[in-house]
């Protein structure tokens, strides 16, 4: 059996000081961005783009489904998201209600069966940033 060496220790001791560097600038860059807008997208189309802050409480309502025959509704609150559930029938699942409240630009809920993501931008969309084949 190998012994672990000085250089061992200094390697081991510099990836952690690393990965606590990158942890601690992920979440001041969080900190430092505006979340100002929440978007709805169903079927990979635009439905929805919400203006809010942190004194926002109020309920939204978009439709959904191959004839809009469908409601989701999302609550907001002190500057957080959750959509509500939907019938079992819809969603089975309901991976989408249990992700819960979600408050930051990395995080965003879906709900695949019915192809509905929610999630937070820091700025307004405008035009097209990027397309994908």
């Known amino acids: 059996m190998k012994k672990i060496t000085f250089y061992d220790k200094l390697f081991i001791a510099l990836i952690l000081v690393f990965s606590a560097a990158g942890f601690l600038f992920n979440f001041s860059l969080d900190a430092e961005a505006e979340q100002k807008y929440i978007t709805v997208h169903v079927n990979n189309e635009l439905v929805m783009e919400l203006s809010f802050n942190d004194n926002t409480e109020q309920r939204v309502f978009f439709s959904f489904g191959d004839n809009k025959e469908h409601t989701a509704t999302l609550e907001i609150s002190r500057g957080m998201v ?52």
């Open 82 to 133: 959750r959509m509500l559930p939907l019938d079992e029938e819809l969603c089975p699942h309901g991976i989408c209600s249990h992700t819960g409240w979600i408050s930051r630009n990395y995080q965003s809920i879906v709900c695949v069966p019915n192809r509905i993501i929610v999630a937070f931008n820091d700025k307004k969309l405008e035009g097209v940033d990027g397309v994908t084949y």
